[in-house]
């Protein structure tokens, strides 16, 4: 969903007219109208295959989710189309559909944080967009389903079109990412087997061992002898 201020101010930030808001779904925001000078404002609520793609050509996200314009010109546009929409209620569904566009596009042009997308297809930007996900969230209990809500996808196509890409499945590639982080870990660090599961997103250490095994041969304590590394022995010693 995007906010908008239409009149007055909101706090915290002091926040006026035309701000623009992300609030991603699932996600808690607290804000509040200006005791001086209180809000009046508009939001739009969306999905589809498109959304997240649009959202990152825009600069915005759940890390930066404050829209700028690099005019007022812009600015007032992105305002327009959707007053438009509020206003005219009797819209077909094909021009709410059209004028969502015009706003999209308006949104992106006039963002002063707008990414240059690569010109590749929009499956190609799905999986890298996994991948960053991926990423930043292995050490925590993502699912499938958390993949797939990020690009604004139903869990089966998302599944679909990740595994024609990249010939893995989604939890297969979050468990390689998630033992490849492992194995760096058991590699270069002194650290407890429990404490390396937690940090790469296992909270059950027996889930933890099957699923290094399935995927090294081995079991994380076989896999550390045979890997260690010299520099992390010397780290070690010197830390006694």
Same mark, same amino acid.
């Given at each position: 969903?995007?906010?908008?201020?239409?009149?007055?101010?909101?706090?915290?930030?002091?926040?006026?007219?035309?701000?623009?808001?992300? #609030?991603?779904?699932?996600?808690?925001?607290?804000?509040?109208?200006?005791?001086?000078?209180?809000?009046?404002?508009?939001?739009?609520?969306? @999905? =589809?295959?498109?959304?997240?793609?649009?959202?990152?050509?825009? &600069?915005?996200?759940?890390?930066? %989710?404050?829209?700028?314009?690099?005019?007022?010109? =812009?600015?007032?546009?992105?305002? &327009?189309?959707?007053?438009?929409?509020?206003?005219?209620?009797?819209?077909? %569904?094909?021009?709410?559909?059209? /004028? !969502? /566009?015009?706003?999209? =596009?308006?949104?992106?042009?006039?963002?002063?944080?707008?990414?240059?997308? %690569?010109?590749?297809? #929009?499956?190609?930007?799905?999986?890298?967009? !996994?991948?960053?996900?991926?990423?930043?969230?292995?050490?925590?209990?993502?699912?499938?389903?958390?993949?797939?809500?990020?690009?604004?996808?139903?869990?089966? /196509?998302?599944?679909?079109? $990740?595994?024609?890409?990249?010939?893995?499945?989604?939890?297969? $590639?979050? #468990?390689? *990412?998630?033992?490849?982080?492992?194995?760096?870990?058991?590699?270069?660090?002194?650290?407890?087997?429990?404490?390396?599961?937690?940090?790469?997103? *296992? *909270?059950?250490?027996?889930?933890?061992?099957?699923? $290094?095994?399935?995927?090294? @041969?081995?079991?994380?304590?076989?896999?550390?002898?045979?890997?260690?590394?010299?520099?992390? @022995?010397?780290?070690?010693?010197?830390?006694?």
């Amino acid at each position: 969903m995007i906010s908008i201020v239409a009149r007055g101010h909101i706090s915290p930030g002091h926040y006026a007219l035309c701000h623009v808001v992300l #609030i991603e779904p699932d996600h808690l925001v607290h804000y509040y109208a200006d005791q001086k000078d209180p809000w009046e404002y508009m939001w739009i609520e969306f @999905d =589809g295959l498109k959304a997240r793609e649009y959202l990152t050509e825009a &600069g915005l996200s759940q890390g930066a %989710p404050i829209y700028h314009a690099v005019s007022r010109e =812009g600015q007032q546009e992105l305002f &327009g189309h959707l007053q438009y929409l509020v206003e005219h209620p009797e819209l077909l %569904p094909s021009e709410v559909v059209g /004028y !969502t /566009y015009l706003f999209f =596009g308006a949104l992106i042009r006039s963002s002063r944080s707008r990414k240059e997308l %690569p010109k590749n297809n #929009i499956q190609d930007f799905y999986i890298q967009s !996994t991948v960053d996900f991926i990423e930043n969230h292995y050490m925590n209990e993502i699912s499938v389903e958390d993949m797939a809500r990020n690009l604004g996808l139903n869990r089966s /196509y998302f599944s679909k079109i $990740f595994k024609k890409v990249t010939q893995k499945s989604p939890q297969d $590639f979050l #468990i390689q *990412y998630r033992i490849n982080k492992a194995c760096e870990l058991l590699r270069s660090t002194r650290l407890p087997i429990l404490q390396i599961a937690h940090l790469v997103g *296992y *909270y059950n250490q027996f889930h933890f061992t099957r699923a $290094f095994k399935k995927l090294m @041969d081995m079991p994380p304590q076989e896999w550390r002898k045979q890997n260690r590394s010299s520099s992390s @022995d010397r780290s070690a010693h010197s830390l006694r």
